[in-house]
């Protein structure tokens, strides 16, 4: 009776069902054979002359001390020792690593070099890298029971980078949004801010393309670098600018023409400020309530804001003046000479006789002298006459040396075709939609 029950149950169960509880069955049966595997006579005897270490038996039981990276920056009096000493390096440890051949190359440590080293929470060093500079270093790597020290060269790639930019809002927002770094929006606004004020002049529609290189270093992303040419086009009028190296060290931006973008002159002596009183030969003084001219621009500010030398020069007067309160005169090459008034106090640098450089804080906002509320008041002479600074056409910082010219009109071209090249194929994608 029982069996006939059972044999009808399995029959009702649907073919499917009853092959996976066999194929559960025959997985079971194998767990069970592997688990219970009996170690052969040859692997008991390879593992009872194993000698009984440390490391065999972190190796055998998968035990994994995690090594930290740490890094540190040397400072006076710093010596190998007492750096790894502070990371938590064991003292065997170190003497292990100043005994390794090739040690030497680690003696000559020097102020402001970085050290990283790889540690764990035993004290043990698993490595050591000396950056002495962005292009090479000195790396100690563990090797059994010491250390193998070389140099290394690291493998510096540059990748140029292109983006296109539609301004929405201001040039900083938009570049944001479309993942142009900081100090690359930073450069541009620059590079441009000769040509354009970036407060005032932005109109939503205005766009930038630029190509800039970022620096790999070892496949790792290490920093933005420069731009190497811009295009903006701003209330349609297109300002390019070109990056081309005089030397070694410096560089500056060209337009096509070779010239500098930077002028001789800044727009603007206060940056952050508004223009209260431009230059006007009627207007009526507000302190004296008489019709005098007004032979300059008032840059109304908060007290303290930072005043900058608008172009290089030296320093021709800078004391307390009568209405002009405390007053800087600066004397720039050929005719030119700025003035600034109503300062609330000067920079300690700003003596007579002294070298200033354009963007050179000079003095602070203020209002001393015969003035109504904190602002600058400056002049700009040309040839001993008072000109109008908002006006005045600028003229350009040194142009590209003419024995160059034709390097750099090749430059500048190569870049001009690899900008519309790139464009060329945004407009693409955006066309096809990809
Ligand atoms: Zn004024």
């Known amino acids: 009776m029982l069996v006939t029950e059972i044999l009808t149950i399995l029959r009702n169960i649907p073919m499917k069902h009853v092959l996976a509880m066999i194929l559960g069955f025959l997985l079971l049966v194998c767990i069970s054979i592997l688990g219970s595997k009996d170690f052969t006579e040859e692997d008991k005897i390879s593992e009872l002359r194993k000698p009984l270490k440390l490391s065999s038996l972190s190796e055998d039981y998968q035990i994994e ?34 005994n390794s051949k090739k040690s030497d190359l680690l003696s000559k440590i020097e102020v402001g070099d970085k050290i990283k080293a790889y540690v764990n929470e035993y004290g043990e060093l698993e490595k ?6 962005i292009k090479s270093g000195i790396r100690a790597e563990r090797v059994d029971s010491s250390y193998v020290i070389s140099r290394y060269e690291s493998k510096i790639e540059k990748v140029k980078v292109f983006k296109h930019v539609v301004i929405k809002d201001s040039m900083y927002m938009s570049g944001l949004r479309e993942n142009v770094p900081d100090s690359v929006l930073m450069d541009l606004a620059y590079i441009n801010g000769w040509d354009i004020d970036f407060t005032h002049d932005i109109r939503p529609g205005d766009t930038f393309s630029i190509v800039y290189e970022e620096v790999i270093i070892d496949g790792e992303k290490v920093i933005d670098g420069d731009i190497l040419i811009s295009e903006f086009n701003n209330r349609n009028k297109k300002f390019i600018a070109v990056r081309y190296d005089l030397d070694e060290q410096n560089s500056e931006y060209f337009n096509l023409e070779g010239e500098n973008v930077k002028k001789a002159f800044l727009r603007s002596p206060v940056k952050l400020s508004y223009i209260s ?49 405390n007053e800087i005169k600066i004397k720039h090459s050929e005719d030119y000479v700025t003035r600034y008034c109503h300062l609330d106090r000067f920079s300690a640098r700003t003596k007579v006789g002294r070298k200033i450089k354009q963007g050179q804080t000079i003095g602070y906002v203020g209002s001393t002298g015969l003035a109504t509320g904190p602002h600058l008041h400056y002049e700009f002479h040309v040839n001993g006459k008072h000109t109008d600074p908002l006006k005045v056409k600028f003229p350009n910082a040194s142009p590209i040396r003419s024995s160059e010219l034709m390097a750099y009109k090749e430059k500048s071209s190569d870049l001009i075709n690899e900008l519309q090249k790139y464009q060329y194929l945004i407009d693409q994608r955006e066309f096809y939609g990809g």
């Open 277 to 325: 009183s431009k230059y006007n030969l009627k207007r009526r003084h507000p302190v004296l309530h008489t019709i005098r001219a007004h032979r300059g621009v008032d840059y109304a500010a908060n007290k303290g804001s930072p005043i900058r030398a608008t172009g290089d020069g030296t320093v021709l007067f800078a004391e307390y003046n009568a209405g002009c309160g």
């Open 128 to 133: 050591l890298i000396y950056v002495d500079n």
């Open 65 to 98: 001390i995690p090594y930290i990276e740490k890094e540190v920056v040397i400072k006076r009096n710093d010596s190998l020792f007492t750096i790894l000493d502070n990371l938590g390096v064991s003292k065997e440890n170190i003497i292990k690593l100043i």
